[in-house]
């Protein structure tokens, strides 16, 4: 089993370049079965969410070809089929994209019910709801969804909580749809953004994307494109909060800085200083870090994919510090680990009451989750001693080369297996 092992205590300095948005690339690579003319898609992340999803587009024969590591051409006039239901999509989130996208064009899926990681009950209402609005029969039998339409026509469609999810998988199921729909109470995620420009360049007419209402046109087919993925927003911010934790000078670069303005805004809170140019952030932690409160909420409200980091920062800040997570009730697992790293933190509900301590220590983790095993790892990294952490196979759903990008930092980081190769780092950084 594959482990991350870690010495900590050395502040990581240099520079780090951001890969693509893995969750702009799931609805984009699903999006792009939603026409049989190629699509060629650039700056996709090498992780494994992103791999699982282009499995299941082969299984139904959509013509994967990578170009290079980051870039996909993707043809899917062989698509055979509307039916995925294999073991591998079950654990990823972003299986149900398929749905929107097959959907849209061929009026028909069935897809096995989304997992993804355990950070609360992810309900699908929302999607639903708007799928019937459109027209389609759904039902959910035998751990399989299935949707189909005789017609798409278009609707409006208020959304009942803002859903990255539901506000991107309507909007696939509306583009090809007959006549208008409308999305209110969108979401206005970045990705949510890059998925309506990518449809947009394959001949769909969405506007408003990025605001809390989505008009779409229906269009008769969506033709190819060449598109560039933007970058992860959260990879980059989990760098950020790198430099803040482990008191380093960190220069993240290929960002888009407006899309990190919350996760800017609560590092200046705590004392850190951070420099913006076009497309890079630089990260410099010299002072003690002061405690703030802080609240995770839709964009452009801070993120909940970054509560963890921030939460392992505040746990070595001076003072006390409340989180509170208003989107996923479960998303506080990584606790229990921190504490026993010397982490003073007691939760009620939904929310983390953080008394600051003067050092983490080395310890044996396990990775709750993707975003939490990343935050455990910046934890590993700020402690004195070593840190080993298991479950790192979440880690590597949404992080591409995680411990090479930690290492290029200066970081003491192995992704080991063997107690052989655990002796082998011990004694390297010893
Ligand atoms: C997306 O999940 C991301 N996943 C998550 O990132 C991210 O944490 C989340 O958005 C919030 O930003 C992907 O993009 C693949 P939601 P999603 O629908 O779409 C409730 C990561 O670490 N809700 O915006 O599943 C829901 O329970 C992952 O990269 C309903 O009630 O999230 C939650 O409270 C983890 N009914 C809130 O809305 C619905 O039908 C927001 O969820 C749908 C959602």
């Known amino acids: 089993m594959e482990q991350y092992a870690i010495k900590g205590g050395n502040p990581l300095v240099g520079e780090v370049e951001i890969g693509g948005a893995k969750n702009a690339a799931l609805p984009i690579l699903a999006a792009a079965i939603m026409t049989d003319e190629t699509v060629v898609i650039e700056n996709v992340p090498d992780v494994k969410d992103t791999n699982a999803l282009i499995q299941a587009m082969e299984s139904i024969g959509a013509i994967v070809e990578r170009i290079d590591r980051h870039t996909v051409k993707i043809n899917a006039s062989q698509i055979h089929g509307h039916v995925i239901?294999?073991?591998?999509?079950?654990?990823?989130?972003?299986?149900?994209?398929?749905?929107?996208?097959?959907?849209?064009?061929?009026?028909?899926?069935?897809?096995?019910?989304?997992?993804?990681?355990?950070?609360?009950?992810?309900?699908?209402?929302?999607?639903?709801?708007?799928w019937k609005a459109l027209g389609t029969q759904v039902d959910i039998a035998h751990g399989l969804i299935s949707a189909e339409a005789a017609e798409l026509k278009g609707s409006h469609i208020y959304m009942d909580v803002v859903s990255v999810g539901a506000t991107i998988n309507v909007m696939m199921a509306a583009v090809m749809a007959e006549g208008q729909t409308i999305i209110e109470n969108a979401a206005k995620e970045p990705h949510v953004v890059d998925l309506a420009n990518f449809l947009n360049s394959m001949g769909a007419n969405i506007k408003g994307a990025g605001t809390d209402v989505i008009r779409i046109k229906g269009v008769t087919s969506l033709h190819k494109t060449e598109y560039t993925i933007i970058p992860d927003q959260i990879e980059a911010g989990t760098f950020m909060f790198a430099a803040a934790v482990t008191k380093g000078d960190i220069t993240v670069k290929n960002v888009i800085p407006k899309h990190l303005e919350s996760i800017t805004a609560k590092l200046i809170e705590i004392g850190c200083e951070v420099e913006e140019s076009d497309d890079a952030v630089r990260v410099v932690a010299s002072k003690p870090l002061n405690h703030t409160h802080v609240k995770t909420l839709p964009y452009p409200g801070f993120p909940t994919d970054m509560q963890p980091q921030m939460a392992v920062a505040l746990g070595l800040s001076q003072g006390t510090s409340i989180v509170t997570e208003s989107i996923f009730e479960n998303r506080f697992r990584y606790v229990d680990e921190l504490t026993r790293m010397g982490a003073n933190i007691k939760v009620e509900g939904n929310t983390a009451i953080i008394n600051?301590?003067?050092?983490?220590?080395?310890?044996?983790?396990s990775a709750p989750d993707l975003r939490a095993g990343a935050a455990l790892v910046l934890a590993g990294l700020a402690a004195e001693g070593f840190t080993m952490i298991d479950e790192i196979q979440y880690i590597q759903r949404g992080y591409e080369d995680f411990e090479l990008k930690l290492k290029g930092l200066g970081a003491q980081i192995e992704k080991v297996e063997t107690e052989r190769e655990i002796q082998k780092f011990k004694f390297k950084v010893s």
């Open 85 to 130: 239901e294999d073991d591998f999509i079950k654990k990823i989130r972003a299986s149900y994209y398929l749905i929107g996208a097959l959907l849209g064009k061929y009026k028909k899926a069935e897809v096995v019910l989304p997992g993804g990681c355990n950070i609360g009950s992810r309900p699908i209402d929302q999607h639903i709801k708007g």
């Open 356 to 365: 600051g301590v003067g050092r983490y220590t080395g310890a044996s983790l």
